[in-house]
């Protein structure tokens, strides 16, 4: 069992070969689309979403606020590609990318709750952790389960 967890996570050599069920694969593609955009967002958007989607008051310290935001979105520029080369190239990497979500999520949250900021309204990114949270918990289960079985 630990021996199939680990091959799968981590297998000896990375392809295109999806052990399991391809589930996480077609999810995986839609939260890489989703992280492709909002990273587009942080780095595009005249104040990096904070103030137009986040809601943060920006009249103080305005410029390193938007500053951090663009630095984000290319943090999340640079994950989303790496989760498309995997969709592309390498799908026997998906399990280890949905532990890698799993950890970058609770990060996240982590960091939310021992830094707290004051919010106009909630940002949609506080609702999508727990939908994240749940997706990686579940598709990376499915991805080790459905690998130790070779089911489709």
């Known amino acids: 069992m630990v021996k199939n967890i680990s091959e799968t996570l981590l297998p000896g050599q ?10 996480p ?53 640079i994950y989303s590609l790496l989760q498309w080369v995997v969709i592309l190239r390498y799908h026997s990497l998906i399990p280890l990318m949905w532990l890698a979500q799993l950890f970058e999520t609770l990060g996240r949250m982590l960091v939310g709750r ?7 309204h909630t940002p949609p990114g506080a609702y999508q952790n727990y939908i994240y949270l749940v997706l990686a918990i579940s598709m990376l289960g499915l991805s080790l389960w459905s690998a130790s079985r070779n089911v489709e």
Do not use: C, E
């Not at 990375?14 to 589930?23: C, D, E, T, V, Y």
């Not at 904070?50 to 984000?72: K, R, V, Y």
């Not at 021992?114 to 106009?120: D, H, L, Q, S, Y």
């Open 14 to 23: 990375a392809g295109n070969n999806l052990r399991g069920s391809k589930l």
């Open 25 to 77: 694969l077609y999810l995986f593609v839609l939260l890489a689309l989703v992280g492709t955009v909002r990273s587009f967002i942080h780095i595009i958007s005249p104040d990096g979403g904070a103030g137009s989607i986040a809601g943060m008051d920006l009249s103080a310290g305005a410029n390193s606020i938007i500053f951090a935001f663009a630095l984000w979105g290319s943090a999340q520029l």
């Open 114 to 120: 021992i830094k707290p900021v004051t919010f106009a």
